[in-house]
T-cell receptor
Framework: EDQVTQSPEALRLQEGESSSLNCSYT??????LFWYRQDPGKGPEFLFT???AGEEKEKERLKATLTKKESFLHITAPKPEDSATYLC????????????FGKGTKLTVNP | DGGITQSPKYLFRKEGQNVTLSCEQN?????MYWYRQDPGQGLRLIYY???????QKGDIAEGYSVSREKKESFPLTVTSAQKNPTAFYLC??????????????FGPGTRLTVL
C-alpha cells in the first residue's frame, strides 16, 4: 500500500532561521511527488511537482528535493508569511489518478 | 480569472438530510476530484471523474454520490447514509488526462457540519 509520512508534525522557527521538512514515501513506482501549502480554512495551493530522484525545484524561499525514498522542502530565511501547513502527496505509476497525501507539517514562523 | 469555485463555503446539515456541494471550474480541465479532509488526517479521495459522464469511486465513496454532466461541473451529494459527514470538503481539477503535468489544483473548500 502506498504511504506518505511527513515529519515533524509541527515546526516553530524564528524569522530567518532556515530548516527542512521531510516527506518519506513508499510507492509502487513513483509517477510524481507533489508539495502543497495550505492556509487555515483554505484549499491547498500547489507548489512543486518532482518526478525523479535528484530533481530539485525552487520558488522564492522554498526548495524541494527528491530521492528514491524521501523528499525535503527546504525553507531558507523564512518569514512570518511562510507560516502554513505544508502537504506532501505521491502518485503511483500505472494510470492511477489517486494522490496519497501525508498528514502535513504545520510551520509557524515567529517574527 | 481562471479557477475553481466551491459553494457554499459553510454548510449545515441536519441528521437524515441529503446535501449537495457545488464545484465549478473554468480552467477547461478534463479531470475533477472530491477529497475529504479531517483534522489530523491526510486528504482522502471520495470520487473522481476523468471525462464527462464518467466517474470512479475513490477510497471512501460510501454515503456519497456525484454526477458529471458538464465538463465544468462536478457536484457532490452527501447522503444520509454517510454516518460521519462533518469535515472539510475539497474539490480539485487536473488538466488533460493525457498530459504529462499531473498536478491537481484545489478549490477553496466547503466546511460541512452536521447539527
Amino acid at each position: 500500500e502506498d504511504q506518505v509520512t511527513q515529519s515533524p508534525e509541527a515546526l516553530r522557527l524564528q524569522e530567518g532561521e532556515s530548516s527542512s521538512l521531510n516527506c518519506s514515501y513508499t510507492v509502487s513506482g513513483l509517477r510524481g511527488l507533489f508539495w502543497y501549502r495550505q492556509d487555515p480554512g483554505k484549499g491547498p495551493e500547489f507548489l512543486f511537482t518532482l518526478y525523479s530522484a535528484g530533481e530539485e525545484k525552487e520558488k522564492e524561499r522554498l526548495k524541494a528535493t527528491l530521492t528514491k525514498k524521501e523528499s525535503f522542502l527546504h525553507i531558507t530565511a523564512p518569514k512570518p508569511e511562510d507560516s502554513a501547513t505544508y502537504l506532501c502527496a505521491v502518485q503511483a505509476k500505472g494510470g492511477s489518478e489517486k494522490l496519497v497525501f501525508g498528514k502535513g507539517t504545520k510551520l509557524t514562523v515567529n517574527p | 480569472d481562471g479557477g475553481i469555485t466551491q459553494s457554499p463555503k459553510y454548510l449545515f446539515r441536519k441528521e437524515g438530510q441529503n446535501v449537495t456541494l457545488s464545484c465549478e471550474q473554468n480552467l477547461n480541465h478534463d479531470a475533477m476530484y472530491w477529497y475529504r479532509q479531517d483534522p489530523g488526517q491526510g486528504l482522502r479521495l471520495i470520487y473522481y471523474s476523468q471525462i464527462v459522464n464518467d466517474f470512479q469511486k475513490g477510497d471512501i465513496a460510501e454515503g456519497y454520490s456525484v454526477s458529471r454532466e458538464k465538463k465544468e461541473s462536478f457536484p457532490l451529494t452527501v447522503t444520509s447514509a454517510q454516518k460521519n459527514p462533518t469535515a472539510f470538503y475539497l474539490c480539485a481539477s487536473r488538466a488533460d488526462r493525457y498530459s504529462s503535468y499531473n498536478e491537481q489544483f484545489f478549490g477553496p473548500g466547503t466546511r460541512l457540519t452536521v447539527l
